[in-house]
């Protein structure tokens, strides 16, 4: 049998079961939640035809991205968590390594509830996220008991790993229970030394293969397109180390939904937008010119002219044209400005949010009946959400039961029957359908100005999550001065966001016009 080569078992094993348009999307979910200068640099801005880089450079540097993807994913995970968790540990309340694992799950100082938040979190973000469970590494012949794990606290801890981080893994039918699970999984190795893989700016990465017996570890040059065994061992635990956590399944195993797959793409289109918008701002502050070319004594047309944000347009001295001014049409700034609102009407839509409401949804503030509907609508997608994160909490104490146990599965059975772990199936979120209805029943029925008046302080942070104190006093004030008395003025109320203004020098435009200077 001819030995693999080095160069045969590098292309073998840095090739992801994911495609490149996989990958993409996940970063652009990524980019799309965390904002900042990640999605400038993705340069997810729609660049005009024949527009010159510099000023589509100008255009990401100015033009602010109103995020409405983290809002909906962190909205989301408060309401799974509103509630504690039923977590029921049976005989593991006794065992010390456990309780260490609940307080340090992640050996990097998070409970386990807290890295189980960020897993829906990031699950919300990608479709899809693993938890591997490891051991840290120490001499088997040092560590003989459990009295000296416990001393030095040596025990299984987790890690979330993101889906590009998988990068292919088998499946086969289980002989006893018939169920489909993982044979055999390959990771990036976790750890700064992995840090880079398959990254423009990465030499070398190591590859670890888990099977159910043994793992082994490859270190692959990018460079020379060679791969070498780093490391091999046994598997103690005698399973694959990693469970999936969904989002919200898809139609393939191991395949998650983002909660954002389709609204990061309006999210983006609002984006543009918002260029558009300040565009216009620029230009009707600074009108276009239109002057005769000049032709100077060589017969070249003189191009020095520079007026407004960098653009003027020229004419041949034939047309006998005269010098005047171009303004742009400001009527076109209410038609964009529809566009976002239907942009963010719809992104509610999708986010199953029409019943939370926001500013603008709550200048037509909808009955009690049709916030109703639309809560039921949410709280079935959260419930499905819940559902998919218990069964993955199953999965995960499973796996650290078998890594503290070595493999022993009629122990490991037998804590497990014990454990019980239940998420909530219904959510509080249908009790802000009647204090809604009911405010509102309120200022139509005419109450008496206090009690209308501390119903609506009552329910501010509720009707607005995501508002600041600022926005809070700004609201309470005006409800005390008796300038809000329906839900439309409630709305129109909260403060608007300060007005972008562009720097005074930008760069030339297309035809290679000069930037005015400042104090022009």
Known sequence: MTAITPFDLYQKLKKPRYSDTDKKLWEFYEDSYFGGQDYKEGKYLYKYEN???????????????????????????????????????????????FQMFLENADNQGNSYEQVMKRSATLSGIYGIVFAFLDTPNFDTNYVTSFDIQIKNKIYPYMTLMEPEDVLSWGMARDNVTGKMGLSWVKIEQEGEEAKGWMSDNSEQCYVVIWKKDKWEKYLLNKKDSSAVLDKEGTNPAKIIPIAPIYNLRGEELMEGLSDIRDIANLNRLHYCLESQEIQIFENSAFPMIVVPVQVNEDGKQDRTLTVGPGYDISETPETKSITRYLEPVLGSLDKISAAKQRIEKLIQTLAQLGGVATVEGMRNFPSGEALKMSFQALNALLANKAQNIEDAEYNIIRNWLMWRWSGDVAKVDSIMADIEIEYPDEFDIDSLTNDLDALQKMINAKYPDDVVKAKQKELLALIFPGIDDEQLTALEAAIDAGTINTMAALAKAIPQPPQITPPAKMPPDNMGNMAPQEGM
Do not use: H, M
Request: glycine share 2%; net charge positive.
């Open 51 to 97: 527009e010159s880089s510099d000023r589509y450079t100008y255009r990401l540097l100015v033009t602010p991205y109103t995020n409405q993807c983290a809002p909906i994913i962190d909205l989301y995970t408060s309401y799974l968590f509103k509630k504690p968790i039923k977590r029921v540990w049976g005989s593991l309340d006794k065992d010390e390594l």
